[in-house]
C-alpha cells in the first residue's frame, strides 16, 4: 500500500511539470518522452524511482495510454529507465548521460537547467516529416464501416498482404501473405522469438554493438549472449561459436555502426544455419529508404535451405507512433511454432487498426512518401558527408549510403568523451559507441553517431556547423 502511495504522489508530481501541447507539430508520445527525459537529467526524477503505470499517468494527463507506453518506450530505447520483470518501469541505476553523452553529463544541476538542447541525434526518435494525415484519417474512415470483430491471429488478412506486397515492391523480397505474422512492433517480434523459438540457456550469438534492447530482451528469456565481432563488411560470422543456437543480426544497416553484411557473409550465415539448425533472427527494420541496390536478405537466400531464419521489422517510419505495426516473416515449423504463441489479446478497436493500417500502407500516397522520404533521407546524408567526411578529427564515416543514421568515427587522438562534452555546451546530444558496446570483451570504439530522419535539412545544417566548430577546437596542434 505503502508502496502505491509512493507510485501515486510520483505520477502527481509528473502531472504537475508535464505539459503536453495539443496540435504541436511534435507528436505527443515523443513531448512527453524529451519532458520525462529532462526531470531524469535535472535530478527531479532520481535512480531508482518507479514511475506510475501507463494507465495512471494516461489518466492524470488526459491522454491515450499508447501515448505514454510509446513514451515509456522511447526513454528505454534511450538508457534512460528499465522494465523490470513483474515490478515495473524504473529509472535506471546508472545515469546514462554521463556514459553516453547525453547532455547534463558532469554538470551541475542549475547548469544543465539553464542549458537548452539544440537537437537530439540518437536514434530511433519519432518523425511525423510530411505524414498525409487526410489519408490517415480516410484510411480509418474506410477501416471502421465495417462492423468490429475480434482480431485476427496471426493479423488481418488484409494487412498480411498488404505487408507482403511492401516487402516485395520495397526491399524486394520473396513474401508471401502466409509467411507474415503481424506483431504491435520490432520490439514485440524479438520477444516473441526469443521466447518461442530459443530454448531457456540457448547460447545466442549477437552483433557488439548492438542495441541495449536485444540483449536485455535475450536475458530476460535466459537465453546467453556471445558477442560477435563488427568490421566494414558486418559481422564476423567465422567468429560465431559451433556451440549457439541462435544468431541475431542486423544487415541491411548495422546499429550502430551503419555498415552493410556481405553477401559472402551472408551465404556463410545461411550455410551455418543449415548446417547446425540454428535460428537466424534477421532485423530489417530499416529497410525502407535506402537508395543502393542491397545485397539478397537472409530471408531470400535460405528458401528451399532452412526454415531456421526468420525476418523481423516495422512500419514505424511509415506510420504514427502510435499505431507502430511490426511483423515477422517465418517459413515451415518455425512459422507455426510462432504463429501458435502470437496471441496479441487485442480487441476490435485494434482490428480496425490493422485494417487502416493496410489502408494506408496500400495507398497510392505512401508509395509517393517512400520515395520522398528516401531522397530527404539521403539528402541528409549528404549533408554529414559533405561536412564531416574530410574533417580532421574524422577517421571515417560508416553508414551514408542507407539508413537513418551515420556513424563518424574519430582519429585515436581525438577522444570521443571530449568531443561529446563540447557537443553539449552547444546543446548537442550525440550519442557515443560505447552505449552499444556491451560484451567487454570487443575493443572500444572511438565515435559517436548522428541521426537524422526525425529532423528538417535546416535543423540537422545548423546542428553540422556547430558540431564541425566544435571539432576544429579538439584537433591536436600538427606542431
Not at 513531448?31 to 535530478?43: E, H, I, N
Not at 488481418?156 to 520473396?174: F, I, S, W
Not at 550465415?269 to 537466424?280: K, M
Not at 542507407?402 to 561529446?420: K, T
Request: hydrophobic share 40%; proline share 6%; glycine share 6%.
Amino acid at each position: 500500500m505503502a508502496s502505491r502511495r509512493g507510485m501515486m504522489r510520483t505520477a502527481t508530481t509528473l502531472a504537475i511539470y508535464v505539459e503536453l501541447a495539443r496540435g504541436s507539430s511534435e507528436s505527443m508520445a515523443a513531448q512527453l518522452a524529451r519532458q520525462l527525459r529532462q526531470a531524469v537529467l535535472d535530478g527531479r526524477l532520481p535512480p531508482d524511482t518507479r514511475l506510475p503505470s501507463s494507465r495512471t499517468l494516461a489518466e492524470l494527463l488526459k491522454v491515450s495510454r499508447p501515448v505514454v507506453q510509446e513514451a515509456y518506450r522511447i526513454l528505454e530505447a534511450g538508457d534512460l529507465v528499465e522494465s523490470r520483470r513483474r515490478s515495473g518501469t524504473y529509472v535506471r541505476r546508472a545515469r546514462p548521460e554521463k556514459a553516453a553523452g547525453e547532455p547534463g553529463g558532469g554538470m551541475p544541476p542549475a547548469d544543465r537547467a539553464r542549458r537548452t538542447t539544440l537537437v537530439d541525434l540518437s536514434p530511433d526518435q519519432p518523425s511525423g516529416e510530411d505524414f498525409p494525415v487526410p489519408v490517415w484519417r480516410a484510411a480509418w474512415r474506410r477501416a471502421a464501416h465495417r462492423i468490429p470483430g475480434a482480431v485476427e491471429i496471426p493479423g488481418e488478412t488484409v494487412l498480411r498482404r498488404a505487408v507482403a506486397a511492401h516487402l516485395r515492391a520495397v526491399r524486394g523480397l520473396e513474401a508471401d501473405p502466409e509467411n507474415v505474422l503481424i506483431t504491435t512492433g520490432v520490439r514485440q517480434s524479438l520477444d516473441l522469438v526469443a521466447a518461442v523459438a530459443i530454448q531457456p540457456g540457448t547460447v545466442a550469438a549477437v552483433e557488439d554493438p548492438c542495441l541495449p534492447t536485444v540483449i536485455r530482451l535475450l536475458r530476460q528469456h535466459d537465453v546467453t549472449t556471445v558477442p560477435v565481432p563488427v568490421d566494414a563488411d558486418g559481422a564476423l560470422v567465422e567468429t560465431v561459436p559451433r556451440t549457439v543456437g541462435a544468431v541475431v543480426v542486423r544487415p541491411s544497416h548495422q546499429m550502430p555502426l551503419g555498415v552493410e553484411l556481405s553477401l559472402s557473409r551472408r551465404r556463410a550465415l545461411v550455410e551455418l544455419s543449415a548446417a547446425r539448425g540454428a535460428l537466424i533472427v534477421e532485423d530489417d527494420r530499416d529497410h525502407d529508404f535506402s537508395e543502393t541496390i542491397r545485397p539478397q536478405s537472409l530471408w531470400d537466400l535460405s528458401r528451399d535451405r532452412t526454415d531456421d531464419v526468420v525476418y523481423v521489422g516495422c512500419l514505424c517510419r511509415l506510420l504514427p507512433d502510435v499505431v507502430c505495426t511490426g511483423y515477422i516473416l517465418a517459413r515451415g515449423r518455425r512459422l507455426r511454432q510462432l504463429a501458435e504463441h502470437l496471441s496479441l489479446r487485442q480487441s476490435g478497436t485494434v482490428a480496425v487498426a490493422q485494417r487502416a493500417v493496410a489502408e494506408m500502407l496500400a495507398s497510392a500516397e505512401t508509395r509517393v512518401r517512400v520515395d520522398r522520404l528516401r531522397h530527404a533521407y539521403q539528402a541528409k546524408r549528404q549533408l554529414v558527408v559533405d561536412t564531416l567526411a574530410r574533417h580532421p578529427a574524422v577517421e571515417r564515416l560508416s553508414g551514408a549510403q542507407s539508413g537513418s543514421h551515420v556513424y563518424v568515427e574519430l582519429r585515436p587522438e581525438v577522444h570521443v568523451d571530449h568531443v561529446i562534452r563540447a557537443f553539449e555546451t552547444k546543446g548537442i546530444v550525440a550519442p557515443a559507441t560505447a552505449r552499444y558496446e556491451w560484451s567487454g570483451l570487443v575493443p572500444a570504439r572511438n565515435g559517436f553517431l548522428i541521426s537524422h530522419n526525425h529532423l528538417t535539412e535546416a535543423v540537422l545544417s545548423r546542428a553540422l556547423g556547430k558540431m564541425s566548430r566544435c571539432l576544429d577546437h579538439l584537433v591536436p596542434c600538427p606542431c
